[in-house]
């Protein structure tokens, strides 16, 4: 019986001479039938499997105009065997590229050890690819520099150049889009082992925004390449490949020259806001197609530039992304900031109104204040109107007029008596339109927003009662060390949540009404309503998504959001579109658009949230043109000062975009 291992041995033995004559002699292949079968032995033995990642889709505007493409870097590399068969591990090779490049020589040291393994510096320092292909020492590198150094081999023995692919950003039009766009990185070491041999360690996939959302679609499938290696693991041949398939291109609904009109308007109105002398932290604008939910702008301010994630991301830019301090520029606002409405959320309260009986051709009462119990809610700035109709109290914002409203409805469901909002018509109708849940927009990390109705507020008083009775017996002492007066408030709101927290009063109700309180929704949210109220009751699914181009040309579509037709009262909608549009011929609004064109007639509505402890909220929710509505446009600036002054000239300046291109 033959030993264990002889055989292997034998065959290496045989592979190692085999190559040393090829080598010496340059002659061609060898024909004896045993050296071939021993060489396909050895290979049998010990062979491994380089994926190959396939070219990823391109994504497009509605145009077919690139917004994230594919392009490439040079890069340096080294032979593994090169390194394994120089005396010093390739030190002195690598301190020669090194200083031919003008780099330091530790960050093409550490590229020369493999992610995970004994002595290998941490990620991104380390190569965490695959140890069977060259290993890229340097990459976007001066190509006149690379260049040099593949000019003596014999002086830089293994070093060859490649060409890395990497994702661009042509940002047409000066578009930066970037949390639309999203971004590709590493995948987890949990998703290499999930994915079952579909990702490895060097792969790259959709982290956020659409690269996310359409990551399977755009990444294609890689392919595989069989190689055979020798003793020391550096690969000998290869003995099979499978070509991989390329990503499918995305076509979206984004149009480039809305996009860019959006993004300029949103900077423009925050650094007007500035100058005012609010703090103007953060904003959103977005357009909506009214009749079909299609994404056609979307703008988040801060903002940053996409391409910071080519090649890996810095732990210090990744900090500066994050950074509540820096205003969270990573943070996509259109879809996953809230704020409260204000009175851009009348829009809906008004029709509550009337399914609670209030009649449309009636007049309300517009005083300065109005009282509820021993509280007493005040109008924007302390006006006064007298009587007015409902479209007068749209168009002037009167809060007293919904604070009314919402009081009566409050008592005929039962007032404090009522336990669910099954009665509630100001619930019922912010449900209706989409509010406090996700309207399925497919981008990822959309937030619901909030609703807070009568089971929210007994959820948080469930969550938070321990923490209040306790607060109702110590009071707020560091409070109280430099305002006495609102440390005494804050204990006794405590002492009354303590006991009563979950009942909906008729506060929480007037709040409610005028879109204040706790109440929290995201720009997406409100353009979506506003298009519903725009095409009569259709309440649509938001997609930026449109079609996918296979490597073929075969275009398909993407799938459409489901489409639901609420059960309003047309009339009632009728009115609310004159009132809207009364907003901006002679309310809130008119200033704003003085002298604007009237064949691209304007209707929307201002909204001013105030925020404890911050600035106050500018809002502006509109569409347009009113006599046949194509586009919903919600503008938000936190902090940002009045919606009349700070939101409504964003949207002037979007609409005028969307003017000149119908």
Not at 84 to 94: F, H, I, N, W, Y
Not at 580 to 604: C, I, M, N, Q
């Amino acid at each position: 019986m033959r030993q264990p291992g002889r055989g292997r041995l034998a065959a290496l033995a045989v592979t190692v001479l085999a190559l040393f004559v090829a080598l010496a002699t340059r002659l061609g292949q060898m024909e004896l039938g045993e050296q071939a079968s021993s060489v396909q032995a050895a290979d049998a033995a010990r062979t491994a499997t380089i994926v190959v990642p396939a070219v990823r889709g391109r994504i497009l505007d509605r145009r077919g105009i690139p917004l994230a493409s594919n392009g490439s870097v040079v890069a340096v590399t080294v032979e593994r065997a090169t390194l394994l068969a120089a005396k010093d591990g390739g030190r002195s090779l690598v301190t020669a590229v090194a200083r031919a490049l003008g780099l330091p020589f530790e960050r093409l040291w550490g590229r020369t050890s493999l992610c995970g393994t004994t002595g290998a510096p941490p990620q991104p320092a380390c190569w965490n690819g695959s140890p069977y292909v060259p290993i890229p020492l340097a990459d976007g590198v001066d190509p006149a520099r690379a260049l040099a150094l593949v000019e003596n081999p014999a002086t830089d023995p293994g070093i060859a150049l490649a060409t890395e692919p990497v994702r661009a950003y042509p940002a047409p039009d000066g578009v930066n889009l970037a949390h639309v766009l999203g971004y590709i990185a590493r995948p987890t070491r949990a998703e290499v082992t999930a994915s079952r041999g579909a990702l490895t360690d060097d792969s790259l996939i959709g982290r956020a925004g659409l690269e996310e959302e359409y990551d399977a679609q755009l990444r294609g499938t890689p392919g595989r390449i069989v190689v055979a290696l020798d003793p020391r693991g550096v690969v000998t041949r290869e003995i099979s490949r499978v070509d991989p398939v390329p990503g499918r291109d995305l076509v979206t609904s984004i149009d480039v020259r809305v996009q860019a009109a959006t993004e300029k308007a949103l900077a423009a109105g925050i650094a007007a806001a500035r100058r005012r002398g609010e703090a103007a932290d953060s904003g959103s604008a977005l357009v909506l197609d009214t009749r079909t939910g299609a994404v056609v702008a979307s703008a988040s301010w801060p903002t940053y530039d996409p391409s910071v994630w080519t090649g890996g991301i810095s732990s210090a830019d990744y900090a500066r992304l994050t950074s509540p301090a820096n205003g969270t520029p990573l943070l996509p606002r259109a879809v996953a900031a809230t704020y409260p409405p204000a009175s851009t959320f009348k829009a809906i309260s008004l029709q509550a109104a009337v399914a609670a009986g209030s009649p449309l051709g009636g007049t309300y009462s517009c005083p300065p204040s109005y009282t509820i119990g021993n509280r007493v809610f005040h109008n924007f700035e302390g006006e006064q109107f007298g009587r007015i109709s409902l479209q007068q109290a749209i168009e002037v914002s009167c809060d007293t007029v919904f604070y009314d409203l919402a009081y009566r409805s409050w008592q005929a469901q039962g007032g404090l008596a009522a336990t669910t909002d099954a009665r509630d018509p100001f619930v019922r109708t912010a449900r209706a339109f989409g509010l406090g849940r996700l309207t399925g927009i497919d981008l990822p990390g959309e937030s619901a927003g909030r609703l807070p109705d009568r089971a929210w507020k007994r959820a948080t008083w469930e969550a938070t009662k321990a923490d209040l009775c306790t607060r109702a017996q110590t009071g707020y002492p560091d409070v109280a060390r430099t305002d006495r007066a609102r440390a005494a408030y804050l204990k006794q709101l405590a002492a009354e949540n303590c006991a009563t927290g979950f009942q909906f009063r008729a506060g929480d109700e007037a709040n409610f009404a005028i879109g204040q309180g706790d109440t929290a929704v995201t720009p997406i949210q409100m353009a979506r309503a506003y298009a519903a109220v725009a095409n009569g009751g259709t309440l649509l699914t938001p997609r930026v998504g449109v079609a996918f181009i296979g490597p073929s040309g075969v275009r398909t579509a993407v799938a459409p959001g489901p489409r639901t037709r609420i059960a309003v009262d047309a009339a009632a909608v009728a009115y609310l579109q004159n009132a809207l549009r009364s907003v901006v011929t002679g309310g809130t609004a008119e200033g704003a658009f003085a002298g604007f064109p009237g064949d691209w007639p304007v209707s929307g509505k201002t909204g001013t949230g105030e925020v404890f402890g911050e600035g106050t909220t500018a809002w502006f929710v509109s569409y347009a043109p009113s006599t046949a509505p194509r586009y919903a446009v919600a503008v938000v600036i936190s902090q940002g000062g009045t919606g009349a002054a700070a939101a409504a000239p964003v949207s002037r300046q979007i609409n005028a975009t969307l003017r000149t291109l119908h």
